[in-house]
């Protein structure tokens, strides 16, 4: 989400001429949203002046020159009515629904701003985050994850998606849904961007898809006491599983495989059988038994259950590591259906 450092100094001049505590309250709004995001998401004042820039001006490229002095009160009024719906963009949305807590995890921060551009229409209209429908809010994590994984991240498309959206907000008197399908629209007649996910893009986005999948688990970005980060990726089935074959070479390293979890369990499991570490049946090199059961509940898709709701180890899947990735590979998209709404496209097949 980056501009010319002088652009934006230079606009912010300009309204600072006027309005001396503007930088002061975009700097403040800017820390708001570290706090309210387990403090970890850095959205600068100059990202929010950004943003401003496209509200006032619908383009993301800030240029002082083209900024008329009749145009700093918009700014000002802009700015004014942005500060509760970028907020709520953040906690709500953002950390709200996903436990996003640092921009790294998002690869593509450009395509964010059409959602805030959305926030920012729907609350001037007297409306918040708790208004918005199930099926409205479906449409905002399609385009949130759609966007990542297929890279609408071109500033044509910002400028392009926020007029899409005022027009709409402008021909709408109440609420009004996050028009996605105008959005899809104008990308299927530019051609530049497919508006399908392609399951070979989704796997390529390790850290992002995860997060959507499992959107209750906090990344934590700041080592732990032992020196490890917190999350670390393990590998259920490791990568240097003794025994392995050259199939299971093929198979493991796949998100389907994996799950965000803390370092501190990474450092215990290591290249342990899950079964074995699940079961409490493994040694460290000092030959102490690693309680490895009581972090089941950390995991994620894990499967079979017994008939008290218990994950069953003596199932014989855990015995075919294939399989179970495969399985576990099924559950994991039927939740990408069921809470998204998202599909892979069937490769072969027309858009």
């Known amino acids: 989400m980056s501009c010319l450092g002088i652009s934006v100094k230079d606009i912010s001049s300009k309204i600072k001429n006027e309005y001396y505590e503007f930088e002061e309250n975009l700097q403040s709004c800017s820390k708001n949203i570290y706090n309210s995001t387990g403090k970890g998401y850095l959205f600068n004042a100059y990202n929010i002046l950004q943003l401003l820039n496209l509200i006032v001006k619908q383009g993301v490229r800030i240029d002082p020159k083209k900024v008329k002095s009749t145009e700093i009160q918009e700014f000002k009024t802009a700015w004014d009515k942005l500060e509760k719906p970028l907020l709520s963009f953040f906690s709500d949305y953002i950390f709200g629904q996903f436990k996003i807590n640092n921009s790294s995890i998002v690869p593509r921060n450009l395509a964010l701003l059409p959602i805030m551009v959305y926030f920012y229409e729907i609350y001037n209209k007297g409306f918040g985050f708790k208004n918005l429908s199930g099926d409205n809010l479906k449409k905002i994590n399609q385009y949130f994850i759609k966007s990542q994984i297929n890279d609408w991240s071109l500033q044509s498309y910002a400028d392009n998606f926020t007029r ?5 907000s402008s021909s709408s008197s109440g609420l009004f849904d996050f028009p996605l399908q105008e959005i899809e629209s104008y990308i299927s007649e530019r051609k530049l961007r497919n508006i ?35 999350p670390e990726i393990d590998h259920i ?3 240097k599983l003794v025994g392995k074959t050259p199939e299971y070479d093929k198979a493991v390293n ?22 074995e570490f699940f079961t409490d049946k493994a040694v460290n090199k000092k030959g102490d038994r690693i309680i490895g059961s009581k972090y089941i509940s950390e995991y994620d898709f894990l499967f079979p259950t017994d008939k008290n709701g218990q994950i069953d180890f003596l199932n014989e899947i855990w ?16 939740f990408l259906k069921n809470k998204y709404d998202i599909e892979f496209k069937k490769e072969g097949l027309n858009a």
């Open 254 to 275: 796949i998100i389907w495989n994996m799950q965000p979890t803390k370092g501190e369990i990474n450092g215990y499991k290591t290249n342990i059988h899950p079964k």
């Open 164 to 168: 899409i959206i005022k027009e709409k």
């Open 237 to 239: 089935f490791p990568n």
């Open 319 to 334: 015995e075919k590591p294939i399989d179970f990735i495969n399985t576990r590979k099924m559950k994991m998209t039927e």
């Open 196 to 230: 399908e996910i392609h399951e070979q893009s989704f796997v390529g986005y390790v850290w992002f898809t995860l997060k959507i999948l499992t959107p209750e688990r906090m990344y934590q970005f700041e080592p732990d006491m032992q020196g490890r980060f917190n």
